[in-house]
Nanobody, 121 residues
Framework: QVQLAESGGGPVQAGGSLRLTCVASGYTDSPYCMGWFRQAPEKEREWAARIFTGNTPYYDPSVKGRFVISEENDKNTVYLQMNSLKPEDTAMYYC???????????????WGQGTQVTVSS
């Protein structure tokens, strides 16, 4: 059984930083795609950042230059360092893992429970 354990969300003031961690267990495909979707209230779910094993990460244009995604493949772990946070980054952040970096969230079957990030101005 695949499980994704997320941590690191919370409240922060604008301009601050947070680091999200996601550890996957029970996932055996390799290589794989791992990353973070986010969903703000009354908005559609969107990619924040993702990385396919050993490849160049993808960032949503709204976070590029502020967020950094990194991985430890031997630990099935991905990190999202979020700097210069803005109120518009406020969302529930969900970790996913899958065989490919699908553009649609519907294609992922393995999800974390989500971790809330709240940025106040």
């Amino acid at each position: 059984q695949v499980q994704l354990a997320e941590s690191g969300g919370g409240p922060v003031q604008a301009g601050g930083s947070l680091r999200l961690t996601c550890v996957a267990s029970g996932y055996t495909d390799s290589p794989y795609c791992m990353g973070w979707f986010r969903q703000a209230p009354e908005k559609e779910r969107e990619w924040a950042a993702r990385i396919f094993t050993g490849n160049t990460p993808y960032y949503d244009p709204s976070v590029k230059g502020r967020f950094v995604i990194s991985e430890e493949n031997d630990k099935n772990t991905v990190y999202l360092q979020m700097n210069s946070l803005k109120p518009e980054d406020t969302a529930m952040y969900y970790c996913v893992i899958g065989k490919y970096c699908y553009s649609s969230s519907d294609m992922f079957t393995h999800w974390g429970q989500g971790t809330q990030v709240t940025v106040s101005s």
